[in-house]
C-alpha cells in the first residue's frame, strides 16, 4: 500500500517536472523569437539612422549649393549693373555726338 502511493506521488512528481520542462522550453523558444525580433527591429533602426545621417549630408551639401548658386547670381548682378551703366554711357555718349 505504501509502495503503491509512492508510485503514484512519484507519478504525479514526474508529470509535474515534465510539465515544467515543457513550460521552460516554451518560454526559452518565445524568448529567442522575440531575440530575433529585437535583432531585427535594432537593425532596421540602425539602417535608418544611417539614412537619415546621409540626408543630413545631403541637405548639408545642398546648402552649400545653393549658397553658392546665389553667391554666383549676386556676381552676375552686379556685372549686369555694371554693363548697364556702360551702355547707358555709350548711349549718353552716342546720343552727344549725334547732337
Known amino acids: 500500500m505504501v509502495v503503491a502511493e509512492v508510485e503514484v506521488k512519484l507519478g504525479r512528481l514526474e508529470s509535474i517536472v515534465e510539465q515544467i520542462g515543457e513550460a521552460v522550453l516554451s518560454t526559452t523558444e518565445t524568448i529567442e523569437r522575440l531575440a530575433y525580433r529585437v535583432d531585427n527591429l535594432s537593425a532596421q ?13 545631403q ?4 546648402c552649400d549649393a545653393v549658397q553658392t548658386l546665389a553667391e554666383i547670381q549676386d556676381n552676375s548682378l552686379q556685372k549686369l549693373s555694371q554693363l548697364t ?10 546720343e552727344e555726338s549725334d547732337d
Open 85 to 94: 551703366q556702360s551702355l547707358e554711357r555709350l548711349m549718353t555718349l552716342v
Open 59 to 62: 541637405i548639408l551639401a545642398l
Open 45 to 57: 533602426v540602425e539602417e535608418q539612422g544611417k539614412q537619415v545621417q546621409q540626408q543630413g549630408y
